[in-house]
């Protein structure tokens, strides 16, 4: 029998907690921020009260061990809902296997809620925060599958969309009729003088899909802010009610069992004129307000910033700031994904290395999302100064690298869909399945064995890297299975001006099974991947309570990093990224301490700084050492 939370017990979080709610709401508010304080402190008691007993069990395991997602053990998975689960919530509870057998223990579903009717950019214009969507199944039907995946040991991450609720929600509803609170929650301006100003310095999210950031609402006789389409209406964040009704969204969905809220569009939810409207300060404390309730509402809930932004933006949402402050515990490290694929197109390690060598440590009670591929576009985001520093231009690099992976620059091996192209600052996005974006495309069109060879090596390469940096690594669903491009989505008038859905196909059971027939490209996938998740699972120094740091070994084409872990010791990555074997001497950073290692993904092997072409090593202590102090 689990005892209901106790008024002790969340009188003792919102003793932690208010300073920092407190502090975030007068920051973004002035004086209102502390009545506004007031209510937000109520409705999170009221929240925690209502916790079912399994969540108020939850919150004291995670009391007890706060550092649950820094754990080397942890390993995630990203899906959209219907096209993982065959498109209803009982079609994912049978995939739970799957993801056991996999070792995934931290599921992403993509487009859970309620969409807009119609077309609703891949589920991101949400109708209804408080309820799956209705063509997945019921509320129960969420419950259940909640249930099930927690006791299978998953962890369940949903998308919070903080810039905006779709045209179809109950607010814009309400706006339309008449109310001017629902009206108020929303940025609208009665003509063009403001919206003109802003857009001088704004840029476009969608230039070929949703041109401009403002769209006249007839019903309204006002433009409306529409950052990213033109059916999602940005929210009024200087509004306190707006900052009201989401906490209670927030605490909504974390009293579901929630473990994992993700900050979608966190960057841009403040708005100021003359700027880009992005990374202002803020977003920042828009997200440190939400952490704040939720410590005391919901503390086993924990916030992933979605927000892929410039190296210099990135760890502010992980709360590194002039003074730290507490604000999301995940983001995503998106300049490790760009800089993996540069290093593929590129067969060389020196940006990647300058690059995120400028990275600061994020705090130790932080953490990354590392990843490969995931639902979106890949933004090329290689900053001007980086490319100087290694002898290329920023511009030129970024036109090189669409251009190799849409497939047309001599050599290439990618068979990439260019997206987001916008010819006035020459800037192209690319849309493609892992696979697809290493080779393997190609490779079967070809009939070349040594190509799909490469290509299956190439995508291990990058998960290797993933899984050996440091965070949480997420395996986007298919590249388990080497699943290509679906080029369906050409067929649905919804869905074919996006390409950004031909990486998102729906799970095949026929491909799934090739994966236990031996010598398939399937089953190498599976077969490597399942082995990272048994290695990183044995190697301590995987513990994200440290950081990574690229270091300089002598060869152009071995990217390499070093982490030391204050507990659990040390690691050296050493990724090949070239076509030829590379031979290296060991490193300054490991000093003498040579002797008795092992590399952590072949431990047979005896020339551990002999690296053959697209071969990762993560070289520390044998499982299970521990340093003498």
């Given at each position: 029998?689990i005892?209901?939370?106790?008024?002790?017990?969340?009188?003792?979080?919102?003793?932690?907690?208010?300073?920092?709610?407190?502090?975030?709401?007068?920051?973004?508010?002035?004086?209102?921020?502390?009545?506004?304080?007031?209510?937000?402190?109520?409705?999170a008691?009221?929240?925690?009260?209502?916790?079912?007993?399994?969540?108020?069990a939850?919150?004291?395991?995670?009391?007890?061990?706060?550092?649950?997602?820094?754990?080397?053990?942890?390993?995630?998975?990203?899906?959209?809902?219907?096209?993982f689960?065959?498109?209803?919530?009982?079609?994912?509870?049978?995939?739970?296997?799957?993801?056991?057998?996999?070792?995934?223990?931290?599921?992403?579903?993509?487009?859970?809620?309620?969409?807009?009717?119609?077309?609703?950019?891949?589920?991101?214009?949400?109708?209804?925060?408080?309820?799956?969507?209705?063509?997945?199944?019921?509320?129960?039907?969420?419950?259940?599958?909640?249930?099930?995946?927690?006791?299978?040991?998953?962890?369940?991450?949903?998308?919070?969309?903080?810039?905006?609720?779709?045209?179809?929600?109950?607010?814009?509803?309400?706006?339309?009729?008449?109310?001017?609170?629902?009206?108020?929650?929303?940025?609208?301006?009665?003509?063009?003088?403001?919206?003109?100003?802003?857009?001088?310095?704004?840029?476009?999210?969608?230039p070929?899909?949703?041109?401009?950031?403002?769209?006249?609402?007839a019903?309204?006789?006002?433009?409306?802010?529409?950052?990213?389409?033109?059916?999602?209406?940005?929210l009024?964040?200087?509004?306190?009610?707006?900052?009201?009704?989401?906490?209670?969204?927030?605490?909504?969905?974390?009293?579901?069992?929630?473990?994992?809220?993700?900050?979608?569009?966190?960057a841009?939810?403040?708005?100021?004129?003359?700027?880009?409207?992005?990374?202002?300060?803020e977003?920042?404390?828009?997200?440190?307000?939400?952490?704040a309730?939720?410590?005391?509402?919901?503390?086993?809930?924990?916030l992933?910033?979605?927000?892929?932004v410039?190296?210099?933006?990135?760890?502010?949402?992980?709360?590194?700031?002039?003074?730290?402050?507490?604000?999301?515990?995940l983001?995503?490290?998106n300049?490790?994904?760009?800089q993996?694929?540069?290093?593929?197109?590129?067969?060389?390690?020196?940006?990647?290395?300058?690059?995120?060598?400028?990275?600061?440590?994020?705090?130790?009670?932080?953490?990354?999302?590392?990843?490969?591929?995931?639902?979106?576009?890949?933004?090329?985001?290689?900053d001007?100064?980086?490319?100087?520093?290694v002898?290329?231009?920023?511009?030129?690099?970024?036109e090189?690298l669409?251009?190799?992976?849409?497939?047309?620059?001599?050599?290439?091996?990618?068979?990439?869909?260019?997206?987001?192209?916008?010819?006035?600052?020459?800037?192209?996005?690319?849309?493609?399945?892992?696979a697809?974006?290493?080779?393997?495309?190609?490779?079967?069109?070809?009939?070349?064995?040594?190509?799909?060879?490469?290509?299956?090596?190439?995508?291990?390469?990058?998960?290797?890297?993933?899984?050996g940096?440091?965070g949480?690594?997420?395996?986007?669903?298919?590249?388990?299975?080497?699943?290509?491009?679906d080029?369906?989505?050409?067929d649905?008038?919804?869905?074919?001006?996006?390409?950004?859905?031909?990486h998102?196909?729906?799970?095949?059971e026929?491909?799934?099974?090739?994966?236990?027939?031996?010598?398939?490209?399937?089953?190498?996938l599976?077969?490597?991947?399942?082995?990272?998740?048994?290695?990183?699972?044995?190697?301590?120094?995987?513990h994200?309570?440290?950081?990574?740091h690229?270091?300089?070994?002598?060869?152009?084409?071995v990217?390499?990093?070093?982490?030391?872990?204050?507990r659990?010791?040390?690691?050296?990555?050493?990724?090949?990224?070239?076509?030829?074997?590379?031979?290296?001497?060991?490193?300054?950073a490991?000093?003498?301490?040579?002797?008795?290692?092992?590399?952590?993904?072949d431990?047979?092997?005896n020339?551990?700084?002999?690296?053959?072409?697209?071969?990762?090593?993560?070289?520390a202590?044998?499982?299970?050492?521990?340093?003498?102090?």
């Amino acid at each position: 029998m689990i005892e209901p939370v106790s008024p002790a017990e969340v009188d003792a979080r919102a003793d932690e907690w208010r300073p920092d709610l407190l502090a975030a709401l007068r920051g973004l508010y002035g004086l209102r921020g502390d009545d506004l304080c007031d209510v937000l402190e109520k409705r999170a008691r009221e929240a925690a009260a209502q916790r079912a007993p399994e969540m108020v069990a939850r919150d004291r395991e995670r009391a007890v061990r706060p550092d649950w997602y820094l754990s080397n053990e942890r390993v995630g998975y990203m899906a959209y809902a219907d096209r993982f689960g065959g498109g209803t919530l009982d079609g994912l509870r049978d995939r739970i296997p799957h993801l056991v057998d996999l070792g995934v223990d931290v599921l992403h579903l993509l487009s859970l809620l309620t969409p807009r009717v119609g077309e609703s950019d891949g589920g991101f214009a949400i109708r209804d925060y408080r309820s799956p969507d209705p063509r997945l199944g019921t509320p129960a039907d969420l419950q259940q599958l909640i249930g099930a995946l927690h006791d299978a040991g998953i962890n369940l991450c949903v998308d919070f969309v903080l810039n905006h609720t779709s045209d179809d929600h109950e607010w814009t509803l309400a706006a339309r009729a008449g109310s001017v609170y629902h009206r108020d929650l929303y940025i609208t301006f009665p003509d063009r003088t403001l919206p003109d100003r802003y857009e001088a310095t704004l840029p476009e999210v969608f230039p070929d899909l949703s041109p401009g950031n403002f769209t006249w609402i007839a019903e309204l006789e006002r433009w409306v802010w529409t950052t990213f389409r033109d059916f999602q209406w940005d929210l009024n964040w200087a509004n306190p009610d707006v900052m009201i009704e989401v906490a209670d969204l927030a605490f909504h969905l974390a009293n579901l069992g929630v473990d994992v809220l993700r900050l979608d569009a966190i960057a841009f939810t403040w708005k100021r004129l003359g700027t880009n409207c992005q990374n202002q300060p803020e977003a920042h404390l828009v997200a440190q307000a939400l952490r704040a309730a939720l410590g005391i509402a919901a503390p086993a809930t924990i916030l992933l910033a979605e927000a892929i932004v410039g190296p210099d933006d990135l760890l502010g949402y992980l709360g590194r700031h002039e003074l730290e402050r507490r604000e999301c515990e995940l983001a995503y490290h998106n300049q490790l994904m760009v800089q993996g694929w540069s290093m593929l197109a590129t067969r060389e390690a020196a940006l990647a290395r300058v690059a995120l060598s400028r990275l600061p440590d994020p705090p130790s009670r932080t953490t990354w999302f590392t990843y490969v591929r995931c639902h979106d576009d890949i933004g090329w985001a290689i900053d001007d100064p980086d490319a100087t520093a290694v002898g290329v231009t920023g511009a030129g690099h970024r036109e090189f690298l669409a251009r190799f992976y849409r497939g047309d620059f001599p050599g290439s091996f990618a068979r990439g869909t260019p997206f987001g192209i916008n010819p006035t600052t020459n800037d192209e996005r690319t849309s493609g399945m892992g696979a697809t974006l290493a080779g393997m495309t190609a490779a079967v069109e070809a009939g070349d064995p040594a190509a799909v060879d490469a290509a299956i090596e190439r995508l291990l390469l990058l998960y290797a890297i993933a899984f050996g940096y440091g965070g949480i690594p997420i395996i986007y669903m298919g590249d388990e299975l080497c699943m290509v491009d679906d080029r369906g989505y050409l067929d649905d008038p919804l869905r074919h001006a996006d390409s950004r859905w031909c990486h998102r196909p729906e799970f095949d059971e026929s491909i799934a099974a090739r994966a236990f027939v031996a010598g398939t490209a399937e089953q190498r996938l599976w077969d490597g991947i399942r082995a990272l998740v048994t290695a990183r699972r044995r190697c301590l120094p995987l513990h994200g309570a440290t950081s990574s740091h690229p270091i300089d070994i002598g060869h152009p084409s071995v990217f390499a990093w070093h982490r030391r872990h204050p507990r659990f010791g040390e690691l050296l990555g050493l990724a090949n990224v070239g076509d030829g074997a590379a031979t290296i001497t060991p490193p300054s950073a490991l000093g003498t301490r040579t002797s008795g290692l092992v590399d952590h993904l072949d431990p047979d092997a005896n020339r551990l700084f002999q690296i053959a072409p697209r071969q990762v090593r993560w070289v520390a202590q044998p499982p299970g050492y521990a340093p003498i102090p």
